[in-house]
């Protein structure tokens, strides 16, 4: 349907990384004629490349002097990186340009982002180059190095969506043989401070002081449910619990029925899916498209272990709910965390406001165990000495926190 003798023109519709040959780009020709030799551009980004070989897939790689209009085929150009050319994105000619793109092509950003960090502090390296042979066959995907205070080193990294950070994650640790201490997923918020600022915060690490923050805006989605009539109630519920607001409620036939709700995306990617299946016995299926940024009142919630914040386990929730997640998390805090010498004070904290507390008692020494009688003053000489001993631990100590309490962030609001 296009014109042979227009510019050469082609939808890019996949691609992936060759050690030899570079990307291999596989598209649709629109309009014109391709062959080796000739100079394209990729439309996006204006970058241009010189082809070296055109073909097709039949099912074998089959290369030939010339791909034409109407037809479907892969070309080699020495690209380098797959971010080059993305998927949906318009090849042209670099000589004589065609006029427009083709329509409806969007640069995609990552909406999700968690921290990925070995479990074995000696294999960072291996996790950096699994992650870079990932990115060359996966534009979408982006990391960036990350060190935390108690995990050490790692990587922040940002997926389209629940399903690819899960694919990710599982090919790392198949394919690369990596054992990996994943923090809770976050989304992108955009904070305005008092001096007309937008910041885009990814991490609650990155957030300015309170009193210098305007507003929050954070990322909605609408999210359709299509479930069986009877788990129609179970559902409107847990919207109603994750902060949602309906938009409608279409019944397809006698039985079942589509149930759209506008959600903050903070509030599906950590187990509103998990919670779906339970309530519906697995029948409801979820589907979301993003509907932009809304402002919304949400606070960092941080976690103190002996007055010192531990940055891996805070994390930005709705002021509404941020008193009781930080309670349940400080009481899950106090079942992983062990007792260790010292008494551990664990607390919740809004800025510099204590929203909970916990506290684990330390294990104690029976002092006393070869007193047998005697006078009173000795006993309690020993046991002052003990109590002074205790302080110093409390003051140079730091408290081990097991893999375990990093993880109970994703399990908060459970029970």
Known sequence: SGDPQAPFKALIFDSWFDNYQGVIVLARLLDGSIRPGMKIKVMSNNRTFE?????????????????????VGYL?????????????????D?????????PGYKDVKPLVFCGLYPTDTARYEDLRDALVKLRLNDSSFVYE???????????????LGLLHMEIIQERLEREYNLTLLTTAPTVVYRVMTTKGDVLEVMNPSQLPPSNSIESFEEPFI???VITPERYMGAILQLCQERRGIQRSIQFLDPTRVMISYELPLNEV???????????????ASLDYEVLGYRESDLVRLDILLNGEAVDALSFIT??????????????KMKELIPRQMYEIAIQ????????ARETIGAMKKNVLAKCYGGDITRKRKLLEKQKEGKKRMKAVGSVEVPQEAFLAILKVGEE
Not at 76 to 92: F, H, P, Q, S, Y
Not at 318 to 331: K, N
């Open 76 to 92: 080699c150009a020495n690209m380098r990186e797959v971010a080059d050319v993305k998927i949906g994105d318009t090849l042209t």
């Open 222 to 224: 609408l999210a359709s």
């Open 348 to 355: 919740a904290a809004i800025g510099s406001k204590i929203v």
């Open 51 to 71: 082809v070296m070989e055109v073909g097709q897939f039949t099912p074998k790689r089959t290369k030939k002097a010339e791909l034409l209009t109407g037809e």
């Open 269 to 283: 990617i950590l187990d509103f899916y998990d919670k779906l299946k339970s309530r519906t016995q697995g029948y």
């Open 145 to 159: 190095p990350e060190t935390s205070l108690a995990l050490g080193f790692g990587f922040r990294c940002g997926f």
């Open 318 to 331: 709705h002021r509404d709910r941020s008193v009781q997640r930080g309670r349940q998390l400080a009481e």
């Open 94 to 102: 670099a000589v004589t340009p065609t006029a427009a793109p083709f």
